[in-house]
């Protein structure tokens, strides 16, 4: 059973850092591309960042790049965003999500999520 | 950036045929994937690639695409299904998005 547990979350001012993480298991997370995507209080969805499963490939929404970088430690399992410069409406719900498999960007799996809030 | 196209809200009553569109110009070239969200709870998947349902998910639920338009349809929809529905899909530049999102109501 695919499971991934994400940590990290908390209260931030504005301009801080904050780094989130994400262990997986019940799958072979280094075949997989794996996601952040957040949903702000009352709000939808909204696509963050990805990582190909080697770690080389990164791809990232306009609204967080230059600020947020995602990354992962295969030998760990541990899908991480590290968040700075954070603002007001970065507060959110951070999931994190496994694709379908290679060539399909949809996710099939997702955390249970952990909330980020941003304010002072 | 790319963008989807959903209806904020579609109602129906116990029994009825639900339908949620998306639209998305690079929709004839790239698949769509559709997610459940009930409140307080993570999203599920519910169709991905256009039509295909994962194990789980009950029959009613399907899904289709034609040109730039995706459709979810959930046949003889129950108070269970009430929930909001997003789509989500990718251009052909690799930018990817949910659409805004569609609450089924079903009283």
């Known amino acids: 059973e695919v499971q991934l547990l994400e940590s990290g979350g908390g209260l931030v001012q504005p301009g801080g850092s904050l780094r989130l993480s994400c262990v997986a298991s019940?799958?072979?997370?280094?075949?997989?591309?794996m996601n952040w995507v957040r949903q702000a209080p009352g709000k939808g969805l909204e696509w963050v960042s990805a990582?190909?499963?080697?770690?080389?490939?990164?791809y990232s929404a306009d609204s967080v790049k230059g600020r947020f970088t995602i990354s992962r430690d295969n030998s760990k399992n541990t899908l991480y965003l590290q968040m700075n410069t954070l603002r007001g409406e970065d507060t959110a719900v951070y999931y994190c999500a496994k694709e379908v498999g290679p060539g399909k960007s949809g996710f099939d799996s997702w955390g249970q999520g952990t909330l980020v809030t941003v304010s002072s | 950036s790319y963008e989807l196209t959903q209806p904020p809200s579609v109602s129906v009553s116990p029994g009825q045929t639900a339908r949620i569109t998306c639209s998305g110009d690079?929709?004839?070239?790239?698949?769509v994937y559709w997610y459940q969200q009930k409140s307080g709870q993570a999203p599920v998947l519910v169709i991905y690639?256009?039509?295909q349902r994962p194990s789980g998910i009950p029959e009613r639920i399907s899904g289709s695409s034609s040109g730039t338009m995706a459709t979810l349809t959930i046949s003889g929809a129950q108070v269970e299904d009430e929930a909001d529905y997003y789509c989500?899909?990718?251009?052909?530049?690799?930018?990817?998005?949910f659409g805004g999102g569609t609450k089924l109501t079903v009283l």
């Open positions: 990582i190909s499963g080697s770690g080389y490939g990164t």
């Open positions: 690639d256009d039509s």
């Open positions: 690079a929709l004839p070239k790239k698949y």
């Open positions: 989500y899909s990718t251009d052909n530049f690799g930018n990817r998005a």
């Open positions: 019940g799958f072979n997370f280094n075949d997989y591309h």
